[in-house]
């Protein structure tokens, strides 16, 4: 597997699993709601490390793409 290839691979793994974790999101937001508490400063459960997570896979996959294409932020 080349460079690219296996950066377009992470690239699409992290967005596989980036998507797992919205769709548990939406369903933990109708089954229990979700407050801007809860969001910002939850300490437990699903929602403790989700946003911490969820941006660093995002930032990651921007950081993959500019790798891919050879530019930078």
Excluded: C, P
């Excluded at 980036?18 to 699903?46: C, N, P, R």
């Amino acid at each position: 597997m080349t460079d690219v290839a296996a950066l377009k691979k992470e690239k699409q793994d992290l967005i596989e699993k980036m998507l797992v974790m919205q769709k548990q999101f939406i369903d933990h937001e109708h089954e229990h709601g979700v407050s801007g508490k809860d969001y910002w400063a939850s300490t437990d459960g699903l929602l403790a490390n989700f946003r911490h997570e969820y941006n660093d896979m995002a930032n990651k996959v921007v950081d993959l793409a500019h790798q891919i294409v050879g530019s930078s932020r």
